[in-house]
């Protein structure tokens, strides 16, 4: 059975977070970004539910968007839901190629994915923004979604982290890239072999 759905997978070889970002950073950096039919359709799918997700969140906590990082840390996003009922999403920074066909609609449909990545991904399943809570993020996230948009969300969650930690400045880096592409199933696999699985397996909230 896939690593994708359920992975049994045993392996012998060990691999520490750092080297799994390492490889997939690598790979990432020598992949060619290319916008095809899967990936206009996957996208499609990704941004329908988001739509829906954000929706169902801006019942619950009051989001803004602001051009400054609103957190320093996890911990503090954590903090200002819980105490406050309110969330701060980044606005500025790249968007991917599948995002939007203007700046306009790429910028919009890049903050309602980050807020609800950050919301439904991180602060409810208790998993920060290292490479084992964006795998474990990613793994818990993949209910919400059609198996068509996994690679997509794992290229854009994983891979795009692996990358910048491999970068001076990391996100910050100019040489930083959003890449329209599907990870492939070995990246996947890694990630089930080598890295731990964190946070709590919670129910669909929509």
């Known amino acids: 059975m896939s690593a ?15 080297e799994v970002a390492a490889r997939i950073g690598e790979e990432y950096r020598m992949a060619v ?17 988001n ?12 989001v803004y968007d602001t051009p400054d990082d609103p957190y320093n840390s996890y911990d503090e996003m954590c903090d200002d839901i819980h105490d406050n009922n309110t969330m701060g999403v980044f606005s500025g920074g790249s968007t991917a190629p599948y995002m939007g066909s203007t700046r306009t609609t790429a910028q919009a449909a890049t903050v309602v994915h980050r807020a609800v990545h950050d919301y439904y991904g991180h602060y409810m399943h208790g998993v920060d923004f290292s490479l084992e809570g964006e795998f474990s993020k990613w793994h818990h996230m993949k209910k919400y979604y059609a198996e068509p948009v996994h690679q997509l969300t794992f290229t854009d969650v994983v891979g795009q982290l ?7 400045g990391g996100f910050n880096n100019p040489d930083f890239e959003q ?15 080598y890295v731990e699985i964190v946070g709590a397996d919670l129910p669909m909230q929509l």
Request: hydrophobic share 50%.
């Open 51 to 62: 739509d829906l997700l954000f929706d169902r969140m801006a019942e619950e906590i009051t």
């Open 162 to 168: 692996a990358f910048a930690m491999q970068l001076d």
């Open 179 to 193: 890449k329209a592409m599907l990870a492939p199933q070995h990246w996947i696999d890694w990630c089930y072999d």
């Open 4 to 18: 994708l759905i359920h992975p049994t997978r045993k392996i012998d070889l060990e691999l520490s977070d750092e």
């Open 33 to 49: 970004s290319e916008m095809t039919n899967e990936i206009e359709n996957a996208a499609a799918m990704l941004l329908a539910k």
